[in-house]
């Protein structure tokens, strides 16, 4: 402390001193310590939902390669069309033609895709609420 | 410990190990709780206040500049969290421990024989820090128990230095009246007894 903050013959040192100090219960730190711990809790669910986004995100890709596959490639059919073709053949100038090509795309093969897609899709999600529930337990 | 045993403990929280934190809440549960009870004047209230302060602080820990005071830095906590505490209870309610009678006689609180002078002193002081502000029993228990300068205490309180002075001035003033009116009392007491 500054001298010149200081006061001459301070009275009331001899009643605001150490001795007259209030003391904290015994068991503060424990009380402390235990209100910090629900604190700690969201931290700790945060940290782990963040690694658990992971496996979604490998599963939207899983199934953004099907859809690409399934789009590009066509049946077994030799007339049939895979989409991309199919849209690159559209002439909107003759409507007629291009709900004939429509037609010629092999809808069958695309949902054999589609439909190993939503089983996998099903797989991870099944996977996820489990590993979810295991977590908040 | 000293600065750098504060400094190591914040590391060591913000390293994961929060047990770590414990060892900050007993060097400054004394003091903290102190400050708290003289600006709330009630066990109770300050006890919740302190934890509260420590958990703030707690939640902060990050923000901390580890070249700061951590000292310094948790009594600006314990300092804000007890004066809202006690605006937010005045909003709602006025505490009869804030109308203490002008004609308080001291005796009275000092009535059984086994009490000490010291037990006498405490009801004194509590009593004188009564009849001022929150913000001057803040500023008072700043400088007589923690020992802080002027400076250090504005660092806290984020007033001013000069205005620290004057209020620090007025709330010693009245502190000494009540003390010395109760003295008198006490002494006339003994006199006819």
């Keep these: 402390m500054n001298s010149t903050d200081k006061y001459d013959n301070d009275i009331l040192k001899q009643y605001l001193n150490a001795e007259s100090a209030e003391k904290a219960p015994e068991d503060f730190t424990c009380n402390v310590m235990t209100k910090i711990q629900p604190e700690l809790e969201p931290l700790k669910v945060n940290g782990k939902l963040h690694t658990v986004k992971i496996l979604p995100a490998i599963a939207a890709i899983f199934i953004l390669t099907l859809i690409i596959i399934a789009v590009n490639i066509p049946g077994n059919d030799r007339e049939s069309l895979s989409l991309i073709n199919m849209l690159q053949n559209v002439d909107f100038s003759d409507l007629n033609t291009s709900f004939k090509a429509l037609l010629n795309l092999d809808l069958p093969g695309l949902l054999t895709y589609l439909c190993v897609g939503i089983l996998f899709l099903g797989i991870f999600d099944v996977a996820l609420n489990g590993l979810f529930h295991r977590e908040r337990r | ?193």
């Design chain 2, 1 to 193: 410990m000293d600065h750098d045993g504060d400094i190591k403990c914040i590391e060591q929280v913000l390293g994961g190990k929060v047990e770590a934190f414990s060892r900050l809440v007993d060097k400054y549960k004394d003091r903290t709780f102190n400050l708290a009870f003289r600006i709330c004047s009630n066990r109770e209230e300050a006890e919740e206040v302190a934890q509260d302060a420590f958990l703030k602080a707690f939640k902060s820990l990050k923000g901390f500049e580890m070249k700061s005071n951590f000292a310094t830095w948790f009594y600006r906590i314990v300092y804000n969290t007890s004066i809202s505490y006690i605006r937010n209870r005045k909003k709602g309610m006025i505490s009869i421990e804030d109308l203490p009678s002008e004609n308080a006689d001291f005796r009275r609180i000092n009535l059984s024989e086994e009490e000490s002078e010291k037990d006498y002193r405490n009801a004194l002081i509590n009593f004188a820090l009564q009849k001022i502000n929150e913000v001057e029993r803040g500023l008072i228990s700043l400088y007589y128990y923690e020992e802080m300068s002027t400076e250090e205490i504005s660092e806290c309180t984020g007033i001013s230095k000069s205005n620290i002075k004057v209020k620090l001035f007025r709330a010693r003033q009245k502190m000494l009246e009540i003390i010395q009116n109760a003295e008198k009392k006490k002494l006339k007491y003994h006199e006819q007894y």
